[in-house]
């Protein structure tokens, strides 16, 4: 079983950067694909943007094209998110999950680490 742990949040004015982390142990080389989710106060949590460990297939949700970056480093076994120009409606707190299926259609496997929390001020 994968087990994962973010981190990297932190407190940003709008147009600013961030990059988050995301440790798996326990990955062997059959892993599913990973993804970034958020959930924003009062609000569901929604899928931010996956990709592939074998192949680097990336895939995001409208609102973050051009903007945010996803990426793996195998080696370190961890899934990054670059993330540029931030808005405050990017505030929420960010998970990464793996994913069960395809990269186009995230469904996580719903075991849910503590998260990083992303505040961007305007």
């Known amino acids: 079983q994968v087990q994962l742990v973010e981190s990297g949040g932190g407190l940003v004015q709008a147009g600013g950067s961030l990059r988050l982390s995301c440790a798996a142990s326990?990955?062997?080389?059959?892993?599913?694909?990973m993804g970034w989710f958020r959930q924003a106060p009062g609000k569901e949590r929604e899928f931010v943007a996956a990709?592939?460990?074998?192949?680097?297939?990336?895939y995001y949700t409208n609102s973050v094209k051009g903007r945010f970056t996803i990426s793996r480093d195998n080696a370190k076994n961890t899934v990054y998110l670059q993330m540029n120009s931030l808005k405050p409606e990017d505030t929420a707190v960010y998970y990464c999950?793996?994913?069960?299926?395809?990269?186009?259609?995230?469904?996580?496997?719903?075991?849910w680490g503590q998260g990083t929390q992303v505040t961007v001020s305007s």
């Open positions: 990709i592939r460990w074998i192949g680097g297939s990336t």
């Open positions: 999950s793996a994913l069960k299926g395809s990269i186009y259609a995230p469904v996580p496997f719903g075991s």
């Open positions: 326990g990955r062997t080389f059959s892993s599913p694909p």
